[in-house]
């Protein structure tokens, strides 16, 4: 814990509840089972991805990285939008390990488009 100058400091029990309850998730999962993910970067997401795609049926590609993914299968031109030039490097591999665990990935299909993110 932090922000707290005491010699003893202990996470409470909201955050056993989320444990527990991540656990069950990862464990004992009720089928189909989803996993949505999101974020600016592939390559901070790597392990993440990989270890998810060994245990969900469908997976949902979103946020800022869904770019990569696009730009690299598709090749849709993104425009000036997030572009992972590290995570693309391993965005077919990951979809590679997707087909071998029979994981439907999941892509966006349309976008709002501007000339400046404000």
């Given at each position: 814990?932090v922000?707290?100058a005491?010699?003893?400091r ?8 989320e444990?527990d309850?991540f ?8 089928r189909p089972f ?23 049926d469908?997976?949902i590609?979103a946020?800022g ?16 939008s997030?572009?992972?030039?590290e995570g693309?490097?391993i965005?077919e ?5 997707a087909?071998?665990?029979g994981v439907?990935?999941?892509f966006?299909v ?9």
């Amino acid at each position: 814990m932090v922000g707290i100058a005491l010699p003893e400091r202990v996470s409470g029990l909201l955050l056993k509840k989320e444990l527990d309850y991540f656990a069950k998730a990862l464990l004992e999962p009720q089928r189909p089972f989803l996993a949505i993910m999101g974020g600016a970067k592939v390559n901070d997401k790597i392990k993440l991805i990989e270890n998810m795609l060994s245990q969900v049926d469908e997976m949902i590609i979103a946020g800022g990285m869904a770019f990569t993914f696009k730009k690299v299968l598709e090749g849709v031109n993104i425009g000036s939008s997030l572009f992972d030039e590290e995570g693309a490097a391993i965005v077919e591999n990951l979809v590679k390990k997707a087909e071998e665990h029979g994981v439907k990935l999941h892509f966006p299909v349309d976008y709002v488009c501007g000339s400046s993110f404000s």
